[in-house]
């Protein structure tokens, strides 16, 4: 099937889904299911239509490796997160509406990833946003939709402003003439790349625009809050990647000053996409709400995915494209776990839970797979993209981002850890002893998202062969694999070897582990206590103030929103100002204006 | 990589365990003397091993078990990438990045099986664990980020062929001698020695971790204790020793460091969590950034 | 037929009693210790763990819970509160286990003996393995008795681990009597 009529039956479907819903909420919850089901195959089918051109209308469309890429993962992650739909349904005020939102923002964004000229992109942008904008407040909180849309509209009126401008000097909307004619132009090069990649750095959630992510993530229905963080936030990496892969960024900045081998614009931006790491890391740190701290972590690894991508090179270029897909799977398969755990307890703070693994040991399991691959430790996906990533940092020495990057690295450890140890593990509350777990329509997403996890752990390849192909398409070395290994400048890592040894060491010790005398099996409440009798497993468990003595060291930091909250107020009282000033019925302000009228005409009137 | 890279794997494991285990014993005695005390026998560590192993043990849950046995799967496995002077089982996988991440999963194996055992002192000790790995590593990471870059390499091998070639002069404690003394401080925090070892603070928070683990639960995790010494003291005999030509030489390197380790932290008190987090950021992380500037923009020391 | 399945059991029943002698050699130099530091008694281990009389030498040494240790030290006399205790970190300890009870106190209540809140027997409650008379006991006591304890457990005389289990009716009735209730809910308001 052609990629036109996969846009638009996905447009379709999201119709059809309205209509379902309209009838039975919950059928139509299952018909997201398989519509973005059946569109996910045909994408994938379709991967020998790349280079294909198209138009619907007067949108053109080409079919680009990386554009099949991104709308894979995004895919994946809509149509894993559509099983949960249906038991949210009774939740939602508008059911309908959602099961249309979610299927028409997953059609938008696959129309972004193939749009061919500048209009068509911007089109299917505001269609995304403006979808995901209602989608938001049917959670919990109407100010996190203000937020999202504030910020979003942000880039979005950049991205508008950068085309006209292109258009104006370049005189065609084609992306691929547009941008190349800026190669020529280093000056207006460097404001639509500043302009253009604006969008892409509010929609990453990049400093200073990150303040919408933990709003948005923490308060969207559990069910849309995998889809925000896995797919929506990679929206930005792709307009990222076009401001400096298909703009020939480093082309025009070739004459410009450079920081530690860096053109000064590229630089400032990983700056910022360092700070966001380090920012991220340490929010989620802090966070009591395990969606807010899932949050902050996509905050931390949009810096990641930032960073490699302005490097273009082999290395980290490929690691951040890589890192992106096993982002937005661990990611999704996280916020499902603890959307498991919401919808069985009905709370997503930290410090209210414990003991869940009694019972629900796949969703512990689920989770435990997708931390660690967040946290980018062998033998999951997320080590590989991070390994690339840190390699390519180190090939060029571009010292603070790799200072930043290692504390994202280790401080994702502390922060993956705080919902494993206090909602997972602990002591299970009496109030939960009978608690269920995920029924079994919920087990197959996360099932398959582990798996995958895993699989492209072990197998970067199958995906890395992928990448490969793009970077060809706009002429770097594509990264070098033999067999299993990948091979960089400055190291191997062949992952298969890698989980094949982790795997024998874990037989060794398990045959150490069975050939000893066997456990007795005790209570969770018989434990150490100083020999002290307690009976309250609620308070026998460490949950508040997780990581108090490092929280403290930062406890007065500076805040952007602060700042941002101020401005909003000036804005607010300039526009009370105005009010007052123009639109009132008080007497005493028409008094004011006569005279004032009266007296320029008194002063100047000779003139006028 | 076939069956025999295993065999001989293993083999090079069983070494490691024998090698960390008789130093540790033989550092007791060594304390003990500083302290004017007899102490222990050589092997004493040996037994205490296998007398753990050999008791009856509770357990609290299947993750409770699985942990243990993922942690010291990891750590094994992490330890079985070492080259041990000129041998070496794995070629090919002893990049740093892979042994420094590899060895987390061993630590989040048992992270998360002493938060399983639902014990509050267990958690606060792992999370006094964590902030201290978040402390002492960024500063390791940094100098070992500037070495990467000088050399080209990163893989352990290679860090120890660059410095053969030349002699004592070219052990990189001597070519880079600020990151050395950052790598070793960091050093002191990763084996968990004072004054970095709130973690475990027996008296007071009851040996944090460590708290509900008894007979062959807590036996693998003394195993896993002396597989992660030796993983780290040996990042830094080939880092920044020069590894070693020889068995012999290596293995009287790793002994002197590790000998010079314990006798520091034998003479210090205890840091609270927060002091050391702020000092790791203050000085050796200072010196670390110092240092890799100094070869990334003036290549100064790099052969 | 039969000789075969009773030969079986008997080779494996030599096999577990040569691994048991192999492991008491380990367990007798491998002792980790947890004491409960009841009376004065706590006073006598810092001399005894110290540089003077060093303790490490028999291979002996201090741990956090009673879970990690292999013979609890009862240093003194004991409540019917902290008796509980006791009762309580003993069951956590792992097999085998050994207790050793120091001076009068333990044995015969001491210059409490007469006290309405003090326990006069211990081995009424918990097994002890080895008494150390004195009141209270020296460190050159003390260390004479971890020789003997440590020839005890290579003789496989330190048996009183097995006692308890093959005789807790009795020890939990023993505990009962004096205490009521060993896990109480909530002791304040008695």
């Known amino acids: ?608 | 990589m076939n069956l025999m890279n295993l065999i001989y794997a293993f083999g090079l494991l069983l070494f490691a365990f024998v090698l960390q285990t008789s130093i540790t014993g033989i550092n007791r005695k060594v304390i003990a003397r500083l302290q004017r005390r007899r102490g222990p026998r050589w092997f004493q560590q040996f037994i205490d091993i296998f007398k753990a192993l050999s008791k009856s043990s509770t357990s609290h849950g299947w993750i409770f078990d699985f942990g243990v046995v993922m942690a010291l799967g990891g750590i094994m496995a992490t330890a079985m990438f070492i080259p041990i002077g000129p041998l070496q089982a794995l070629p090919g996988l002893d990049n740093i990045f892979i042994i420094a991440y590899v060895l987390a999963v061993g630590m989040l194996g048992m992270a998360m099986s002493a938060s399983g055992s639902g014990n509050p002192w267990a958690s606060i000790g792992v999370s006094r664990a964590l902030t201290n790995m978040l402390a002492y590593d960024i500063p390791f990471m940094v100098v070992i980020f500037g070495l990467i870059f000088a050399y080209d390499t990163s893989s352990l091998s290679g860090f120890a062929a660059i410095q053969q070639e030349g002699g004592i002069l070219g052990w990189n404690i001597i070519r880079f001698p600020l990151g050395g003394l950052v790598a070793m401080i960091s050093l002191q925090g990763m084996l968990g020695k004072k004054p970095f070892d709130s973690f475990i603070a027996p008296a007071e928070i009851a040996s944090g971790p460590m708290v509900e683990y008894g007979g062959r639960h807590l036996g693998m995790l003394f195993l896993l204790h002396e597989f992660q010494t030796f993983v780290e003291v040996s990042l830094i005999v080939h880092i920044f020793f020069g590894g070693g030509a020889t068995v012999l030489e290596y293995v009287v390197k790793y002994a002197l460091i590790y000998t010079f380790m314990n006798i520091v932290s034998n003479i210090l008190p205890r840091f609270k969590i927060d002091q050391a987090v702020t000092f790791f950021y203050k000085v050796p992380l200072a010196l670390a950034m110092i240092q890799s500037l100094l070869i990334i923009v003036t290549g100064l020391g790099v052969a | 037929m039969f000789n075969i399945v009773e030969d079986t059991q008997k080779t494996r029943e030599d096999t577990r009693k040569t691994w048991e002698k192999i492991a008491d050699y380990f367990r007798a130099n491998s002792i980790w210790m947890k004491w409960y530091c009841t009376g004065c008694g706590a006073m006598e281990m810092p001399p005894t763990m110290t540089s003077r009389f060093d303790m490490e030498q028999l291979g002996m040494g201090p741990m956090a819970t009673p879970r990690q240790a292999d013979v609890l030290l009862i240093t003194g006399y004991l409540s019917a509160k902290t008796l509980r205790r006791v009762i309580y970190s003993y069951e956590q300890m792992q097999d085998p286990k050994y207790v050793i009870g120091f001076g009068s106190c333990t044995l015969n209540g001491g210059i409490y003996f007469d006290s309405y809140a003090t326990m006069t027997r211990l081995d009424h409650y918990i097994p002890v393995d080895l008494y150390i008379a004195g009141c209270m006991p020296r460190p050159e006591a003390i260390m004479n008795a971890f020789d003997t304890l440590i020839a005890m457990i290579k003789k496989g005389e330190a048996k009183g681990w097995k006692h308890y289990q093959d005789n807790y009716e009795w020890y939990n009735a023993n505990q009962i009597h004096s205490l009521k209730e060993v896990r109480v809910k909530d002791e304040f308001h008695e």
């Open chain 1, 1 to 608: 099937m052609s990629f036109d009529l996969l846009i638009l039956m996905m447009f379709a479907g999201a119709f059809l889904a309205y209509l379902i819903s309209k009838s039975n909420s919950e059928a139509g919850g299952i018909s997201t299911v398989v519509i973005s089901l059946i569109s996910l195959v045909l994408l994938l089918l379709g991967k020998s239509q790349v280079g294909n051109e198209f138009a619907i209308l007067y949108m053109t469309f080409k079919v680009t490796t990386i554009g099949w890429y991104f709308s894979a993962v995004m895919i994946l992650v809509y149509s894993m997160t559509s099983f949960f739909n249906s038991y949210w349904m009774k939740q939602m005020l508008y059911p309908n509406a959602y099961n249309f939102l979610y299927l028409f923002s997953l059609a938008g964004t696959v129309g972004l990833f193939f749009a061919a000229d500048l209009v068509t992109l911007f089109i299917f942008w505001e269609m995304v946003v403006w979808s995901s904008t209602f989608i938001v407040p049917l959670g919990k909180s109407r100010r996190a939709a203000v937020v999202y849309y504030t910020i979003s509209s942000i880039g979005s009126m950049a991205t508008l402003y950068a085309i006209m401008l292109l258009h104006a000097k370049s005189g065609t909307f084609i992306i691929s003439e547009a941008f190349a004619w800026l190669a020529t132009d280093p000056t207006m090069a460097t404001i639509v790349f500043f302009i253009f990649i604006l969008a892409g750095l509010t929609k990453i959630g990049i400093f200073p625009f990150h303040i919408w992510l933990p709003l948005a993530h923490g308060s969207a229905p559990h069910t849309f809050s995998p889809v925000l963080s896995g797919g929506l936030v990679k929206m930005g990496a792709f307009i990222a990647y076009m401001s400096v892969g298909v703009l020939p960024a480093y082309q025009a900045f070739s004459g410009s000053l450079k920081i530690m081998g860096m053109p000064i614009q590229i630089y400032l931006l990983m700056v910022l996409g360092a700070i966001s790491i380090v920012l991220g890391t340490l929010m989620a740190i802090k966070q009591d709400d395990a969606k807010k701290l899932i949050a902050y972590s996509s905050v931390a690894n949009g810096g990641y995915i930032l960073i490699g991508i302005l490097m273009m090179d082999q290395l980290s270029c490929a690691g951040s494209l890589m890192h992106l897909f096993n982002h937005a799977i661990a990611s999704a398969a996280a916020f499902l776990t603890i959307a498991v755990v919401a919808h069985r307890t009905g709370t997503t703070k930290i410090s209210e839970l414990g003991g869940m693994i009694h019972r629900m040991p796949v969703t512990f399991t689920v989770y435990l797979i997708s931390i660690i691959s967040l946290a980018g430790i062998p033998p999951m996906g997320g080590f590989v993209s991070k390994w690339l990533i840190i390699q390519g940092l180190a090939d060029k020495g571009l010292l603070f981002m790799a200072l930043a990057a290692f504390f994202g690295s280790i401080g994702s450890f502390l922060y993956v850890f705080r919902p494993l140890a206090a909602v997972f593990l602990g002591q299970l509350a009496p109030k939960n002893y009978e608690l269920e777990g995920a029924t079994l329509m919920m087990k197959i997403p996360m099932v398959i998202l582990s798996a995958l996890i895993i699989f492209f752990g072990v197998f970067p390849r199958y995906i890395l062969e992928v990448i490969g192909e793009i970077q060809s398409s706009i002429g770097i070395t594509p990264i070098q694999l033999e067999g299993n290994a990948i091979q960089a400048i400055n190291g191997l890592l062949n992952s298969y070897h890698v989980f094949v040894i982790f795997g024998f060491g874990f037989l060794i010790s398990l045959a150490i582990f069975m050939l000893l005398q066997k456990s007795r099996k005790v209570g969770l409440m018989d434990t150490f206590t100083s020999a002290e009798f307690i009976h309250t497993p609620e308070l026998y468990h460490y949950s508040h103030d997780f990581y108090a003595p490092f929280e403290r060291l930062y406890k007065n930091h500076p805040s952007v929103e602060n700042f941002l909250v101020n401005i909003a107020n000036k804005f607010d009282e300039l526009g009370q100002m105005v009010n007052a000033l123009f639109f009132s019925h008080k007497p005493s302000i028409t008094v004011f204006w006569i005279t004032v009228v009266t007296a320029i005409i008194y002063l100047g009137g000779a003139r006028i």
